[in-house]
């Protein structure tokens, strides 16, 4: 299970969430590469990104095994059970159809792998969720087809996932979450 405790930035919220990961690792979404250099050095990584732009830049500076490659969540291009555990930080939230490329992640984890998230989401305080809810359309157009309002802990459970472990940050902007595949 991942670290617990308050943690103000993204990258120490990566190397929290990271630290405990083990064995054939997905990580969808992986831009730039932001997260690569958080993963300890004993993991096998397969990173993905919908961008080849994006993906083209990640560079790794850890002796990880790492494989760079450009993939669609919605239709990931592995066999059935292959990695041990996924990652997606800050992805969920623009991907088109969340559920179809959270059941996709499913489809690739083995049973009882897991699934690390970092995601903004839809707060729960409803005077915030309005706002959000308020702002999404302007938000949607400049942030490039990012959602400031998904309820991905939701859509997390409807593709179903079990979550273990939830951590609540900023007015329940940020969530972190650990699922697992059930058998």
């Not at 990566?14 to 064995?23: E, I, K, Y």
Request: with cysteine; aromatic share 10%.
């Amino acid at each position: 299970m991942c670290r617990t405790g308050y943690v103000p930035f993204f990258g120490d919220w990566r190397s929290a969430l990271l630290s405990d990961v083990r064995g054939f690792v997905l990580e969808v979404g992986a831009g730039s590469g932001p997260n690569l250099d958080h993963y300890p050095a004993d993991v096998s990584l397969v990173a993905t990104e919908f961008n080849e732009e994006s993906i083209a830049q990640a560079k790794p500076k850890t002796s990880a095994c790492i494989r760079l490659a450009s993939a669609d969540i919605e239709h990931l291009a592995f066999p059935d059970n292959t990695f041990d555990v996924a990652v997606a930080t800050l992805v969920f939230c623009s991907v088109e159809q969340p559920v179809d490329g959270l059941r996709e992640v499913q489809r690739v984890l083995k049973p009882g792998g897991k699934f690390y998230l970092i995601e903004h989401v839809r707060s729960h305080h409803t005077w915030l969720a309005r706002l959000q809810d308020k702002l999404n359309s302007r938000w949607y157009r400049w942030a490039e087809g990012c959602n400031l309002n998904r309820d991905t802990e939701a859509n997390v459970r409807a593709a179903g996932f079990e979550i273990t472990y939830l951590s609540i940050r900023y007015f329940g902007l940020i969530k972190t979450m650990v699922a697992c595949k059930l058998q």
